[in-house]
């Protein structure tokens, strides 16, 4: 009877597929709005950890439908083997998933050009090389091809031929393998082939469930910081993950959304390129990255790690309207004597504690830290406040009065239960 979103408050991979599955026990559909297989879910079925890029991380509840939003960008093959993957963990995806009509395709020609793009530029963004970006450009283009084009096959292949004879005409063979481009469009057919009877009116199922009161839950991919208007530009992916990309990449009213929960882990990690001004290059960024397990899920890289920057994250807060935050990965800490916690940036002297007023500044900011004691004591599979040593307790408290925004759901563990709510 409501709608709830769960939105990455920070530079993404804050977590977000176990939130997601953790609330799904009472949702009825999840939907997701922006981005695509640059995503990583990561969720455990029967203690096994799989990751998923752009099949909403409900589908793993058999209560759930799931819906592909129209904001999104849909990779035909990564999609496939998606759903490969969660048949083989006996989870039935048909009749359950809804890829909408007006969901983007990312084509082999994408890839190719995030990855060539990459490759010659001079200051590379640090992208997943899933063809995102030249995926969204050509929707703003208006040059891109719609899921609807896939129940058309004729129709797909005759824009698969534009696309092609484009590519040939902007880059030759030392730029972009067109063999392997070829080679790949075989397989891309079939696949485009084999999501077809997916591809359904997810405007529709959404309403329509709204008006018979069910549980929705809106799924958000990266991070707010990562947002192509209000994020760390140009550092930032192509969409809007943040609560403004709900109401188009959903064709959702803003106003319908009862609750945003923004989800935060209790320390900061970013991956590619970009300022981060908290970020820790000494052994104790190496310490988080260790005992974190801090490698992109979708990439294997690692991610840069980094103390609690509370000024970016009170940014998030105020642009996405969170009604709650869910704080994970609070057990990382458990061995730090000290915790730190960034509540302001220096610039030439002088102190801000608003992101927006320095945030085409963030490689000149120095962060000023406040420090607090560790707790140097378990905190791993907790599943109530009062069990939290006192200083975890503490250190939670602050960070909500920091943020201004109650801090309610906090994961101990990756498991399903090792989690509290307040
Ligand atoms: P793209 O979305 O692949 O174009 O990458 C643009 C930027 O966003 C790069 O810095 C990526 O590392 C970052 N990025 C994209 N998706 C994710 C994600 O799911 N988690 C964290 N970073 C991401």
Redesign the pocket.
Known sequence: MSVVSVIGGQ???EGKGKIVDYICRDIDLVARYQ?GA???HTVYINNKKIVLHQIPSGIIRENCDCILGNGMVVDPIGLVEEIKLLESFNINVEDRMYISFNSHIVTPFHKMIDKFSESKSKSK??????G??PAYVDKYNRAGILAFDLLDHSNLNLKLQSKLSDLTSQYDNYDIDLNEVNDSLDKFKKCCQKISKYIKDGFNLLHERHKKNSNILIEG???TM?DIDHGTYP????SSPTSGGISTGLGFPGNQVDENIGIFKAYTTR????PFPTELNDRFGEKLRRIGSEFGA?TGRPRRCGWFDAVAARYSCKLNGFTKIALTKLDILDEFDEVLICNSYKVKGKEYSNFSEVQYYLNEVEPVFQHFPGWNESTYGKKSFEELPENAKKYILLLSNVLETPIKIISTGPKRNQIISI
């Open positions: 530079w993404g991979d981005g640059n995503a990583g963004i640090g992208t997943t090389l899933k995102i970006g991919a990266q991070g990562l550092y930032v992916t192509s991956v590619g390129e970009g979708t």
